[in-house]
């Protein structure tokens, strides 16, 4: 079952009942304080097994400790937004598979050659998962992007990724000279940075659901990331991300703020249509099939991670 994405973006009161979220909405409550009948407007109850994602973007949201137990109990990941309305931080459960400490050591156990194998894998597939967009979206040539990903070695070390980058974000938005992909920088920057955000939480969430450390990468190593092996296994999933922002760009609504209606699109991320094992597939269900051949792939059983790609 494809698990919801929930999010809050005005004040609200979540509690929990009978295994339940409940949502109360004080604004509406207020509008209609003389119409009991219609109170009801101003609560929902959705069961807390159904949701798969919480995302908090208001600074006016309480929300219990039980809500917050049995979120991380069914495995959700809760998402906060900072003053910018950017994703600041993430909420994940501890432990998420029943042969957690098992699974720990076959990941910290994974050999240097391994992980440099499964490095190429990865970036071999974003390489041509950037180029199928690239091509579709922009009728650019991609022929020397083909070449690149065919020519990744074990661990990278020709360093195809940045090649490939460069050339994929100088041709993605021709009718904006001056854009470069830079967190920092112009729109629709902010849109990749929210979408990749959410893209992130729904990879670590899956890691943490077959028992994986998402702390510990394959090939990012930074001290202070807490999602190193989050930021590897999402890499090939990024391009799914950048098709929704350019089909909200060239749709022709104002992207210089992140409005309600363009978070909206950015959200249905976890729902995006991929194909992985040749089926056709929500990316969130994708995510759990990558993660559980990442771990076969630690414990031995398989040499393959399995990796989306478009559908055509």
Same mark, same amino acid.
């Given at each position: 079952?494809?698990?919801?994405?929930?999010?809050?973006?005005?004040? *609200?009161?979540?509690?929990?009942?009978?295994?339940?979220?409940?949502?109360?909405?004080?604004?509406?409550?207020?509008?209609?304080?003389?119409?009991?009948?219609?109170?009801?407007?101003?609560?929902?109850?959705?069961?807390?097994?159904?949701?798969?994602?919480? $995302?908090?973007?208001?600074?006016?949201?309480?929300?219990?400790?039980?809500?917050?137990?049995?979120?991380?109990?069914?495995?959700?990941?809760?998402?906060?937004?900072?003053?910018?309305? $950017?994703?600041?931080?993430?909420?994940?459960?501890?432990?998420?598979?029943?042969?957690?400490? #098992?699974?720990?050591?076959?990941?910290?156990?994974? +050999?240097?050659?391994?992980?440099?194998?499964?490095?190429?894998?990865?970036?071999?597939?974003?390489? #041509?998962?950037?180029?199928?967009?690239?091509?579709?979206?922009?009728?650019?040539?991609?022929?020397?992007?083909?070449?690149?990903?065919?020519?990744?070695?074990?661990?990278? !070390?020709?360093?195809?990724?940045?090649?490939?980058? =460069?050339?994929?974000?100088?041709?993605?938005?021709?009718?904006?000279?001056?854009?470069?992909?830079?967190?920092?920088?112009?729109?629709?920057?902010?849109?990749?940075?929210?979408?990749?955000?959410?893209?992130?939480?729904?990879?670590?969430?899956?890691?943490?659901?077959?028992? $994986?450390? !998402?702390?510990?990468?394959?090939?990012?190593?930074?001290?202070?990331?807490?999602?190193?092996?989050?930021?590897?296994?999402?890499?090939?999933?990024?391009?799914?991300?950048?098709?929704?922002?350019?089909?909200?760009?060239?749709?022709?609504?104002?992207?210089?703020?992140?409005?309600?209606?363009?978070?909206?699109?950015?959200?249905?991320? !976890?729902?995006?249509? =991929?194909?992985?094992?040749?089926?056709?597939?929500?990316?969130?269900?994708? *995510?759990?099939?990558?993660?559980? +051949?990442?771990?076969?792939?630690?414990?031995? #059983?398989?040499?393959?991670?399995?990796? !989306? +790609?478009?559908?055509?």
């Amino acid at each position: 079952m494809i698990k919801k994405t929930l999010y809050f973006g005005n004040p *609200a009161y979540l509690s929990l009942k009978n295994e339940q979220l409940v949502v109360k909405l004080p604004e509406v409550e207020k509008m209609i304080p003389y119409r009991k009948p219609l109170k009801r407007d101003a609560i929902r109850a959705i069961p807390i097994e159904d949701i798969g994602i919480l $995302l908090l973007d208001h600074k006016q949201i309480t929300i219990t400790q039980g809500v917050l137990e049995k979120l991380l109990t069914n495995n959700c990941a809760v998402i906060t937004c900072g003053n910018n309305r $950017l994703p600041a931080g993430l909420l994940l459960p501890l432990c998420g598979n029943t042969t957690q400490s #098992e699974r720990f050591r076959d990941q910290i156990n994974a +050999s240097l050659p391994l992980k440099k194998q499964l490095w190429q894998q990865t970036i071999k597939q974003k390489i #041509e998962n950037q180029a199928y967009l690239l091509k579709k979206a922009r009728g650019e040539v991609v022929k020397n992007m083909l070449v690149w990903a065919n020519e990744v070695r074990s661990g990278d !070390p020709d360093n195809y990724k940045a090649r490939a980058a =460069v050339y994929y974000w100088k041709n993605l938005f021709p009718h904006i000279p001056e854009f470069t992909r830079e967190c920092e920088g112009i729109p629709p920057n902010h849109l990749f940075n929210y979408g990749y955000a959410i893209l992130r939480a729904v990879i670590a969430r899956a890691l943490v659901a077959s028992g $994986l450390l !998402p702390t510990l990468g394959i090939h990012h190593h930074n001290r202070y990331n807490a999602y190193c092996l989050a930021d590897d296994i999402m890499e090939p999933y990024r391009p799914f991300v950048d098709k929704i922002v350019i089909d909200i760009v060239d749709s022709g609504l104002d992207y210089n703020n992140l409005t309600t209606e363009i978070k909206s699109r950015l959200l249905t991320i !976890p729902v995006a249509e =991929v194909k992985i094992n040749n089926k056709r597939s929500p990316l969130m269900i994708a *995510a759990a099939q990558t993660t559980a +051949s990442l771990y076969k792939c630690f414990n031995g #059983e398989l040499r393959k991670i399995s990796y !989306p +790609s478009f559908t055509d």
